[in-house]
């Protein structure tokens, strides 16, 4: 019984330290985006809604994006109230379903003169295999070829990449808060809020001094082989991803080429 209280003790001391020592210091900036375009993805919730919230501030035009049409007419609603900026629009856009986020970039650039920023935010955690009516799994679908073909069909631009840490956000509903706790031991970070978590985001689209190609944490550049496999950094390796990522993205008939590469065992 004795064990029990004390490791009961040592996990409500490690849980206070991480809330009252582990926190991040919000990044501050009066950084006006007057004249500026920005397209954030994943925007109706969480710290996407943070995100659009802080550059509404800033005086920019926001093209926010989710694939429910009433949440994000909803969030829309809720910026302009909260900043007065009349200058934010919603559009829909389903980031598993690479038709769709062709069908997004033609009419974007129909209807945009320009885009400043681009801010892929939105991203998916489940325990569910899944896969999208193209024949890609879900989450490979969302988190990587959705914002791979978007930038590609919008941009050659600064490219950074940013890790946000572990948030407070219906992302993480199916995972267990015992996994989150135990992540943040091992990791020495906290589960911040949606706010904290869309604080580097900000710094990177915001901050003067951001480097392209740079690895971001808690508003710093950071050093990538402690947080990212040494694979990653291998050019054939990368160069071999982005040729099967062109190919599978390159129309909506994923299936085929799907079945095709697997009969010919590439």
Known sequence: MEWYIGLLFLIVILAVTFFYFGRDQLYVSHKNLDGKTVLVTGAAKGKGF??????????????????????GESARQRIVQRTGNTNVVYRELDLSLMSSVRAFATSFKITEKKLDILINNQELCTREKTMTKEGLDLIFAINYFGPYLLTTLLLGVTVTFVHS????????????????????????????????????ILFCALDDSVQTGGYYMNCRLTDQTVWVPKCAYDEGLARKLWEISERLTASSDVIGQLRERLSKGT
């Open 165 to 200: 840490g572990l948030v407070q956000a219906e992302l993480y509903r199916d995972v267990s808060w015992v996994y989150l706790f135990l992540q943040s031991i091992i990791t020495g970070r906290y589960v911040k809020t949606t706010i904290e978590g869309a604080t580097t």
């Open 50 to 71: 943070e995100i659009v919230l802080d550059l509404a501030k800033r005086n920019c035009r926001i093209i926010m994006t989710c694939a429910d049409k009433k949440d």
